[in-house]
């Protein structure tokens, strides 16, 4: 069976300091991988999303990026966080397209203080 | 752009009762496709129930079944003989066909009384 490990559970940072958040997933090939942010009061919001190894899709410009070194492996940076980076950041997988069902880590709490 | 809005941020309903949750969208696209997903306490985020635009018949699952009213762009999820263990955030989610995005609303908090 598949499954999906994201961590850190929690982090607190501070304003400036560098972030990487792993995600990596078992029990599957090729997956489309994708990060979500969900901030208080809002609905999840996609940030990035990738087809294959190296192929990273940005949908929102923000200081934050992301990388797929391996086909079953999605990172997450900032080279300095904001203030406004703190949120609820969810790592997902699927067979590819909306059709295909998300299966979503157990998420990261980012605090930036 | 495509917009997903759920009106109620908190429900509650009694144990072994039914409860519906409601959800809008906003497209102009034909092919698409629109879910509910749950959250619960231990923040895994799970499918619940997916639908099809393209089918009429409203899907299923179990005790989870959704009313979708295409022309009024509605789609609303309906929770049976509810149980404490239903007690989440359910999230609304609209996807176009052939993208990768899902549009999420802003979700629903369900409390369960015993």
């Known amino acids: 069976s598949q499954t999906i490990h994201q961590w850190p559970a929690t982090l607190v940072q501070p304003v400036g300091s560098p972030l990487s958040l792993e995600c990596t997933v078992e029990g599957t090939s090729n997956p489309n991988l994708y990060w979500y942010r969900q901030a208080a009061g809002r609905g999840l919001q996609l940030l990035f999303y990738?087809?294959?190894?190296?192929?990273i899709s940005s949908e929102v410009p923000q200081n934050l990026s992301a990388s797929r070194p391996q086909d079953r492996q999605f990172i997450l940076s900032s080279k300095k966080l904001l203030l406004s980076d703190s949120g609820f950041y969810l790592c997902?997988?699927?067979?590819?397209?909306?059709?295909?069902?998300?299966?979503f880590g157990n998420g990261t709490r980012l605090t930036v203080t | 752009a495509q917009t997903v809005t759920q009106s109620q941020p908190e429900m509650s309903v009694q144990e072994a009762e039914t409860v519906t949750l409601s959800c809008t969208y906003d497209t102009s696209e034909s092919d698409y496709y629109l879910f509910w997903y749950k959250q619960p306490p231990s923040r895994q985020m799970i499918l619940v129930i997916r639908q099809e635009a393209y089918k009429q018949q409203n899907a299923t699952e179990n005790r989870f079944s959704v009313n979708f009213q295409k022309a009024a762009k509605s789609f609303s999820l309906k929770i049976s003989d509810s149980q404490l263990g239903d007690a989440a955030m359910y999230f609304c989610a609209y996807g176009k066909g052939g993208s990768e995005k899902l549009v999420f609303g802003k979700g629903t908090k369900l409390t369960v009384n015993p």
């Open positions: 997902a997988w699927s067979y590819g397209g909306v059709n295909s069902p998300l299966h």
């Open positions: 990738s087809v294959g190894i190296g192929q």
